[in-house]
């Protein structure tokens, strides 16, 4: 699959700015028993996971080479069909259905849920996570939404030409 625009977007956040490996991804594939859905091995070529954003929402891809030590940690757990890429700091854990290759997520509460159908879908169509069924998602969800609007409200380059309304310049 080629590097679509929001897909190249994606990979432009991540840092460090290691290389991918497609060897170690594929490698990682057969251990795992997952066929590595087209966008992610496409992403993954380029850059060999790191820590980046998605619409204001950190995430961390997993490198190829950590990725079958990632699904066994206790936490993961190998076997329960979803095979685990991600998270974004904040408690909540993405993965990939093996069958399906959708996009899960398991919260904070530890409810795995189906949210995407794929990796490119997901940047399509950003999370809102505040019809999630876990309350602490919803929660998190509130909370990320404040801050973006706190982070807009700080640059200069506000409508209102100040940092805060209330602000003289």
């Known amino acids: 699959m080629e590097l679509v625009s929001e897909l190249a977007d994606l990979v432009s956040t991540l840092s460090p700015k290691t290389p991918g490996d ?93 949210f995407r159908d794929s990796l490119l879908d997901w940047i399509r169509r950003p999370p809102d996570f505040s019809d999630s069924r876990n309350e602490a998602t919803r929660n998190l969800a509130r909370a990320a939404d404040r801050h973006r609007r706190w982070e807009r409200a700080q640059h200069s380059e506000a409508a209102h030409g100040r940092r805060f309304p209330w602000h003289r310049k």
């Open 22 to 114: 497609p060897d170690a991804l594929g490698a990682a594939g057969r251990a795992l028993g997952i066929e590595w859905p087209p966008d992610y091995a496409a992403v993954m070529a380029k850059r060999d996971g790191g820590t980046g954003t998605l619409d204001g929402w950190p995430i961390h891809l997993c490198p190829a080479g950590s990725l079958v030590q990632a699904n066994i940690e206790p936490r993961r757990g190998v076997g329960t069909g979803v095979v685990w890429f991600g998270w974004d700091g904040l408690g909540e854990d993405y993965g990939f259905e093996r069958a399906t290759g959708q996009v899960v997520l398991r919260a904070c509460g530890g409810e795995v849920e189906v």
